[in-house]
């Protein structure tokens, strides 16, 4: 277990450091993790509804932090290329979310097309049912996404990675409200960008 926990204590470090260095990026997290916290009740009572709060809301503000707000040249803090903290990311680097991203907005258009999914779903006949079937399938997708990689890294590197990855994911909410619940106050005193990491490096 000691090995475990060193293992995530490091892929945490190096996503911290090398992913969030904008305060807005950073508020941004803080967003998206209370409203994760708050998909993660709502899949108990209502699934649908926790995956349009999880996409909807925790993604979208997740994902425009490091899309639009993260610096993306040379990382002077790090003395790291783009490209090698690409290769260094254990789950969905850019180019992962893309087509994840991708395959999440297609989501809609295919029940537009295809309104029972493939016999999955009644066809819906209003707009609710229309968007709790999208909901649906926005779920099944993060799951897969979720499972996908995890798996992948059983191959690409070891069962403990994948588990490591896994877990990391799944209390990422909790861990970014401790790291980034002071990032708006930040932003309000004019600190764009983070002065020195939050976290400690890795013993």
């Known amino acids: 277990m000691n090995e475990f926990f060193r293992q995530l204590k490091i892929q945490r470090w190096d996503d911290h450091r090398y ?4 305060r807005i990026n950073q508020t941004l997290h803080l967003i998206s993790a209370i409203s994760f916290l708050a998909a993660y009740a709502l899949l108990f009572i209502d699934p649908a509804a926790a995956a349009l709060v999880a996409w909807l809301v925790s993604m979208t503000t997740r994902q425009s932090g ?6 993306l040249g040379y990382d002077e803090v790090n003395q790291a290329t783009q490209e090698t903290k690409e290769e260094i ?4 680097n850019l180019r992962r979310k893309i087509v994840l991203l991708s395959i ?3 989501a809609p258009v295919l029940l537009l097309v295809q309104p029972t999914a493939f016999g999955l779903f009644e066809a819906a006949t209003t707009f609710e049912g229309f968007a709790r079937h999208t909901g649906m399938l926005w779920l099944y997708i993060g799951v897969g996404g979720l499972l996908f990689r995890t798996v992948h890294l059983f ?30 106050l930040a932003l309000l005193r004019g600190e764009l ?5 939050t976290l400690g490096p890795v013993a």
């Open 19 to 22: 992913y969030h260095h904008s």
């Open 66 to 71: 490091h899309f639009f707000f993260e610096p």
């Open 89 to 92: 990311k254990v789950g969905y």
């Open 104 to 106: 999440w907005a297609a």
């Open 155 to 184: 191959f690409l590197k070891d069962v403990m990675s994948g588990l490591v990855w896994m877990t990391k994911i799944l209390t990422d909410p909790f861990h970014d409200i401790y790291l980034y619940h002071e990032a708006p």
């Open 193 to 197: 960008i983070e002065k020195r990491g």
